[in-house]
């Protein structure tokens, strides 16, 4: 499987970037949404393509048993340590997320960001789903989270009349998503994309660029990864599900605060999937 291997790699600058991310409420929402649909509590949870496993370590402190899943050896080695630090027993494992095999199978699993746009084809995506559910114990729940499809076509971003005028601002605008952050002597800043970074759409695949720098007192250094990311529609995400034949589309939210549907409203900005295993 790809994936931005040498950004990852990184995980300690990783984990210091996405520190803006709402785990506890994130977490709050799948246990929700899980009580929602079996009346109970979960009792196991799995963290698909983990990174540092912030999500598994939170559902630990929670009494949830967790495990941890990633493709990067380096997020694993620094999930481990993190896991330990915060005195969380999770078991994080290396794997592909298109083909794993647990010891017991989980009540809960899910999958943040946009990791799912590793998955770059149709076959990649209904194994993926078939593998999930092999896993899942048969009240089985998997939530994906993944970008709005708005974000793929563009949709609000511009308009035929004021095209040439507002092109290059609006291009950069949907491509390039740039994070910073400080903390001490650690300073770490992200431009994920570019506006030179090619989109094919035959496959929506897009080559994305990822420019890290990064300083600390034990290193410093600056990195550019290349990898091709999938983009994914609602309706191809319906038809995949169906054709994966081991899970039914139960639920969809645009935000992890569960008031929010998926809709094309403002406040709707991911695609929130909620699968129930069949």
Not at 93 to 108: A, K
Not at 233 to 256: C, N, P, R
């Amino acid at each position: 499987m790809v994936n931005h291997n040498k950004f990852y790699s990184k995980a300690y600058f990783y984990d210091l970037l996405f520190q803006f991310k709402d785990v506890k409420s994130e977490n709050q929402a799948l246990i929700h949404l899980y009580q929602k649909f079996f009346k109970a509590r979960p009792t196991a949870f799995l963290d698909l393509a983990a990174g540092p496993g912030s999500n598994a370590i939170d559902m630990n402190k929670r009494n949830i048993q967790s495990i941890a899943i990633d493709y990067s050896k380096e997020m694993v080695a620094y999930g481990i340590e993190k896991a330990k630090e915060e005195n969380a027993q999770v078991t994080y494992l290396h794997g592909d997320m298109r083909d794993f095999s647990l010891e017991t199978p989980v009540d809960l699993a899910a999958i943040f960001t946009i990791s799912t746009c590793y998955l770059l084809t149709n076959e990649d995506m209904i194994q993926h789903l078939k593998t999930v559910a092999k896993n899942l114990s048969p009240n089985g729940l998997y939530v994906l989270e993944m970008p709005h499809p708005r974000d793929l076509f563009a949709v609000g971003k511009l308009s035929w009349k004021n095209w040439e005028d507002d092109w290059e601002e609006k291009w950069e605008e949907r491509w390039e998503e740039k994070w910073e952050r400080i903390e001490g002597d650690t300073h770490v800043s992200l431009q994920w994309g570019d506006e030179n970074d090619y989109f094919d759409p035959i496959t929506q695949v897009r080559t994305v660029t990822a420019r890290l720098k990064y300083h600390s007192p034990q290193e410093s250094g600056e990195l550019i990864d290349h990898c091709p990311q999938r983009e994914y529609t609602f309706q191809e995400m319906k038809a995949l599900i169906a054709l994966s034949g081991v899970f039914e589309l139960v639920d969809s939210l645009g935000d992890w605060d569960i008031t929010v549907p998926f809709s094309n409203d403002k406040s709707a900005w991911r695609m929130i999937l909620v699968l129930r295993k069949l």
